[in-house]
């Protein structure tokens, strides 16, 4: 089946680094996402990565791409509270039409004073 | 440059009654999308749209219809509204070579 797993919550110290982690399904997916949604609002999309890289910065973020274990992970240096969000992770499956992303169940990422 | 705009935000009906959310985006994006989110489900496709009249099935199409008039547009009915069907929707609409995704900011839907 198609299903692009996450774990369920990360609570981190203000300033500290996060690590959200999600391992996804289908190894030929061509770009892989990061999205944010706050509460009460809608996904907005953070990062993504083409298949051919190992690893995105931008800023305070940091996306790592294992092929090969099909796991992708995003990192978010000196972590404010205003990252406190749920986190999807997202793919294209390749049999997909119409760009149809397949999403993670979402990370949510409590920042602590 | 507004993206993607849902109206309404806010809605309930009461059990059998109809509706329309009706999106909309400015970025001449060719792919749409209606999602719901529910707890503990995450996200799931109703249906989509990869262009100027034409709609396909997504993961969960039952009790829902949609229509793309134009290129902008997107819209989503239900015809005779369920408790089941209580939950957030969100559009979306993407770039075709890259999938980037831009999602509205959410219709939030009580059926009682």
């Known amino acids: 089946g198609e299903d692009v797993e996450q774990s369920l919550f990360l609570s981190v110290r203000e300033g500290d680094s996060s690590v959200i982690n999600c391992t996804y399904t289908d190894s030929s997916s061509t770009y892989l996402y990061w999205y944010k949604q706050e509460p009460g609002a809608g996904l907005q999309l953070l990062t993504y990565?083409?298949?051919?890289?190992d690893m995105k910065q931008d800023q305070r973020l940091t996306v790592l791409l294992n092929k090969k274990d099909k796991h992708l992970s995003l990192r978010i240096a000196d972590t404010q509270t205003g990252d406190s969000a749920i986190y999807f992770c997202?793919?294209?499956?390749?049999?997909?039409?119409?760009?149809?992303?397949?999403f993670g169940g979402g990370t949510r990422v409590l920042v602590k004073p | 440059n507004a993206g993607v705009t849902q109206t309404p935000k806010f809605r309930v009906l009461k059990t059998g009654q109809s509706m329309t959310l009706l999106c909309a985006q400015d970025?001449?994006?060719?792919?749409m999308y209606w999602y719901r989110q529910d707890p503990g489900m995450g996200l799931r496709l109703i249906h989509y749209?990869?262009?100027?009249?034409?709609?396909a099935k997504g993961e969960v199409p039952d009790g829902y219809n949609v229509s793309r008039l134009k290129k902008q547009n997107f819209l989503l009915g239900l015809e005779s509204a369920a408790p089941s069907q209580t939950s957030v929707y969100f559009c979306?609409?993407?770039?075709?070579?890259?999938?980037?995704?831009?999602f509205g900011q959410g219709t939030r839907l009580t059926v009682v």
């Open positions: 997202a793919e294209i499956p390749t049999q997909a039409a119409g760009n149809k992303l397949t």
């Open positions: 990565i083409f298949s051919n890289m």
């Open positions: 749209s990869v262009g100027e009249g034409t709609t």
């Open positions: 970025m001449n994006h060719e792919y």
């Open positions: 979306a609409s993407s770039y075709v070579r890259t999938g980037e995704a831009f």
